[in-house]
Nanobody, 120 residues
Framework: QVKLVQSGGGLVQPGGSLTLSCAASGSIDRIDAMGWYRQAPGYPRELVAV???????TYVDFVKGRFATSRDNTWKTVYLQMNNLKPEDTASYYC??????????????WGQGTQVTVSS
């Protein structure tokens, strides 16, 4: 199984930037893709970005042009660069590994989550 440990996050003013990291260990050769999710209080978890083993990147509309995900060649570290942050980006952010069964599965490997707060 894959273990994911997140770092980064914190408090930033509107318009600021943050970078989240997701460090993978264990059976990283099984990773087909990594997804970034976020969840704000009272709202369901939502997908933000995906990066695949072929380095294809997809983003939801509300972060396009502002967020960028990247990874190293071995899947040991995946990043989510967040620019021009808005108060509505405030949420807990999670990375999730697709080990061949898909993303967003409660039984899958998830990072512990990291809080991003955008406020003046």
């Amino acid at each position: 199984q894959v273990k994911l440990v997140q770092s980064g996050g914190g408090l930033v003013q509107p318009g600021g930037s943050l970078t989240l990291s997701c460090a993978a260990s264990g059976s990283i050769d099984r990773i087909d893709a990594m997804g970034w999710y976020r969840q704000a209080p009272g709202y369901p978890r939502e997908l933000v970005a995906v990066i695949t083993s072929g380095n294809k990147k997809t983003y939801v509309d509300f972060v396009k042009g502002r967020f960028a995900t990247s990874r190293d060649n071995t899947w040991k570290t995946v990043y989510l660069q967040m620019n021009n942050l808005k108060p509505e980006d405030t949420a807990s952010y999670y990375c999730n590994a697709d080990e061949g069964y898909g993303l967003g599965l409660s039984s899958g490997s998830w990072g512990q989550g990291t809080q991003v707060t955008v406020s003046s």
